[in-house]
């Protein structure tokens, strides 16, 4: 599928600074078609996923 093929070049692209530096991603309006959100499912981790089947979470850092 050439939006498949497109999705990984970018992911390629910026993976030698997204390997490195924490971000937080979000499905978008591409990633709902259909419910599925498959592609990404498989393409980023988000803790919990398997207890809660989520992509939602917090994090406590100290006093921030």
């Given amino acids: 599928d050439?939006?498949?093929?497109k999705y990984r070049t970018?992911?390629?692209?910026?993976?030698?600074?997204?390997?490195v530096?924490?971000?937080?991603?979000?499905?978008?309006?591409?990633?709902t078609r259909n419910q599925s959100?498959?592609?990404f499912t498989h393409t980023f981790f988000s803790p919990y996923w398997e207890?809660?089947?989520?992509?939602f979470y917090s994090l406590k850092l100290g006093s921030v």
Avoid at 2 to 5: A, K, L
Avoid at 10 to 19: D, L, W, Y
Avoid at 51 to 55: G, Q
């Fill in 2 to 5: 050439d939006n498949c093929q």
């Fill in 21 to 31: 530096v924490p971000f937080m991603v979000s499905p978008g309006n591409h990633d």
């Fill in 51 to 55: 207890k809660y089947y989520n992509y």
């Fill in 37 to 39: 959100y498959r592609l």
């Fill in 10 to 19: 970018i992911m390629e692209a910026i993976e030698n600074i997204t390997s």
